[in-house]
């Protein structure tokens, strides 16, 4: 995760760890969060042909996405402005 994230969970929310790690199993399930629908039909084929994963979630207003790089190397939590 990057720092704007934890600086969000930190001052919004009262149970970090909880967050991040349901926000990971959504994501890890194919739950995308609020992609839109041509962002989720390009996540359901990344799924078969290895391309990338964004999902969207909000939390307390804020926006975070949740990205897997294609080759599944890494997964990361940021904020859009930290794109």
Excluded: C, F
């Excluded at 760890?17 to 996540?43: C, F, P, Q």
């Excluded at 996405?65 to 990361?76: G, K, L, Y």
């Amino acid at each position: 995760m990057t720092n704007g994230v934890q600086m969000l969970l930190d001052e919004k929310t009262l149970v970090p760890k909880y967050i991040t790690d349901y926000l990971i199993n959504r994501h890890v399930s194919g739950d995308w969060g609020g992609v839109g629908a041509e962002d989720s039909a390009m996540n359901d084929a990344a799924v078969k042909n290895g391309d990338r994963l964004l999902s969207s979630y909000t939390i307390s207003g804020e926006k975070v996405w949740v990205i897997t790089e294609a080759d599944r190397s890494s997964t990361t939590m940021l904020l859009p402005s930290e794109y």
